[in-house]
C-alpha cells in the first residue's frame, strides 16, 4: 500500500507525518502565551477566528537542542486533543512511501525516543522519522488540552 506523508525538519533531522492529519501549513508569526495553558503548550495563534494551541516541535521531542530556525513554520494538524499547530523549523516536501519499506522505530534514534515514531524510512541516502502525531501528547496531556482555557 501507498502512503503520503508531509516532511518537515527539526533540527537536523526529517520526520514525516502522515498527509490526512494536516490541515495547513502557515508562517509562524508569534504566538501569543496563556497563562492558564498548560505547560507543554508554547502559546496559542488565532487562525480565522480559531484559537490553536501551539507545541514547539523541538522542545517537545529533544528539550536539549533548544535553538531553532530563524523563520518556523506552523504545521496544523488534527489531533485526538483537536487542532494543534506544529512548530517545525522547514516543511520540505511530500514524500510517497510503500508500507513494506516502513521499518519498526528502536527505542531511540539520533536522540529522538522511539515512543514518538511510528517507524523509519529509508529512500536513497535519506532516512525519515515517521512521527507518531498522537503520542506527542499522553493521554493526560490531551484530556487537559481538551478542557483547557486557552482563550
Known amino acids: 500500500?501507498?502512503?503520503?506523508?508531509?516532511?518537515?525538519?527539526?533540527?537536523?533531522?526529517?520526520?514525516?507525518?502522515?498527509?490526512?492529519?494536516?490541515?495547513?501549513?502557515?508562517?509562524?508569526?508569534?504566538?501569543?502565551?496563556?497563562?492558564?495553558?498548560?505547560?507543554?503548550?508554547?502559546?496559542?495563534?488565532?487562525?480565522?477566528?480559531?484559537?490553536?494551541?501551539?507545541?514547539?516541535?523541538?522542545?517537545?521531542?529533544?528539550?536539549?537542542?533548544?535553538?531553532g530556525t530563524d523563520q518556523p513554520l506552523i504545521v496544523l494538524t488534527q489531533t485526538p486533543a483537536g487542532v494543534v499547530g506544529l512548530k517545525v523549523d522547514e516543511?520540505?516536501?511530500?514524500?510517497?512511501?510503500?508500507?513494506e519499506e516502513l521499518m519498526p522505530a528502536p527505542a531511540m534514534v539520533r536522540g529522538v525516543r522511539g515512543e514518538f515514531l511510528v517507524a523509519i524510512a529509508q529512500q536513497?541516502?535519506?532516512?525519515?522519522?515517521?512521527?507518531d502525531i498522537n503520542s506527542l501528547l499522553t493521554s493526560d496531556e490531551q484530556r487537559e488540552l481538551r478542557t483547557a482555557t486557552l482563550s
Do not use: K
Open 124 to 131: 536513497g541516502e535519506e532516512i525519515f522519522l515517521v512521527l
Open 91 to 99: 516543511v520540505r516536501r511530500l514524500v510517497t512511501v510503500n508500507s
Open 1 to 67: 500500500m501507498t502512503l503520503r506523508f508531509i516532511a518537515f525538519r527539526v533540527g537536523t533531522e526529517t520526520f514525516l507525518i502522515d498527509i490526512m492529519a494536516v490541515r495547513q501549513v502557515v508562517m509562524h508569526s508569534g504566538v501569543a502565551h496563556v497563562p492558564t495553558a498548560p505547560a507543554f503548550i508554547e502559546g496559542v495563534m488565532v487562525l480565522r477566528s480559531e484559537v490553536i494551541p501551539v507545541i514547539d516541535v523541538r522542545v517537545r521531542i529533544n528539550p536539549q537542542r533548544q535553538s
